[in-house]
T-cell receptor, first 112, second 113 residues
Framework: GESVGLHLPTLSVQEGDNSIINCAYS??????FIWYKQESGKGPQFIID?????DKRQGQRVTVLLNKTVKHLSLQIAATQPGDSAVYFC???????????FGPGTRLSVLP | DGGITQSPKYLFRKEGQNVTLSCEQNLNHDAMYWYRQDPGQGLRLIYYSQIVNDFQKGDIAEGYSVSREKKESFPLTVTSAQKNPTAFYLC????????????FGPGTRLTVL
């Protein structure tokens, strides 16, 4: 993963707006990606995943987009709610790989 | 947190002391992992275990030790050799080493005084 030092990027959005969180992954050979949500003081929770044979996958209120050309992953959250406030990070895995590589994350703050 | 428990939630340690963090899972998963999380950084792998009585070093194993005597348990010992042990420690498990999703525990925050 990439380190951005002690301070996480922060995204502030108004309640009800859509959020877009970005992740630049490190290995062009990675073929599986996960987005996690981590609330303060808690363990990460799985949100949505995508494989490299897809460029878009939708869940409930969330969409993940994958651009393999520029090694970029994004998470879109529709109608952002206060409960969405958390740190979001991506994880990547290479084929037959044993371990994931995790990004540093982005802090999402939802404003009332 | 789905079947993975970590204890304690908060742990304080004096310099020079070893401390053991507990991780238990009732998901019948073969693989278990320990990660360290520091502010502004991605999770870093400390140790992982594919099966009982087997474990492998991750990226930052120095100053840590583990055991896997039972399938459901994977305790992590932070030894006095770990120079900067204050961090949030996360345990995870997956059905197998090559499985896709990892399930995380709630974490233990270790503070060295």
């Amino acid at each position: 993963g990439e380190s951005v030092g002690l301070h996480l990027p922060t995204l502030s959005v108004q309640e009800g707006d859509n959020s877009i969180i970005n992740c630049a992954y490190s290995n062009s050979a990675s073929d599986y990606f996960i987005w996690y949500k981590q609330e303060s003081g808690k363990g990460p929770q799985f949100i949505i995943d995508i494989r490299s044979n897809m460029d878009k996958r939708q869940g409930q209120r969330v969409t993940v987009l994958l651009n393999k050309t520029v090694k970029h992953l994004s998470l879109q959250i529709a109608a952002t709610q206060p409960g969405d406030s958390a740190v979001y990070f991506c994880a990547e895995k290479v084929p037959h790989g044993q371990n994931f590589v995790f990004g540093p994350g982005t802090r999402l703050s939802v404003l009332p | 947190d789905g079947g993975i428990t970590q204890s304690p939630k908060y742990l304080f340690r004096k310099e020079g002391q070893n401390v053991t963090l507990s991780c238990e899972q009732n998901l019948n998963h073969d693989a278990m992992y320990w990660y360290r999380q520091d502010p502004g950084q991605g999770l870093r792998l400390i140790y992982y275990s594919q099966i009982v009585n087997d474990f492998q070093k991750g990226d930052i194993a120095e100053g840590y030790s583990v055991s896997r005597e039972k399938k459901e348990s994977f305790p992590l010992t932070v030894t006095s050799a770990q120079k900067n042990p204050t961090a949030f420690y996360l345990c995870a498990s997956s059905p197998g080493l090559a499985s896709d999703e990892q399930f995380f525990g709630p974490g233990t925050r270790l503070t060295v005084l």
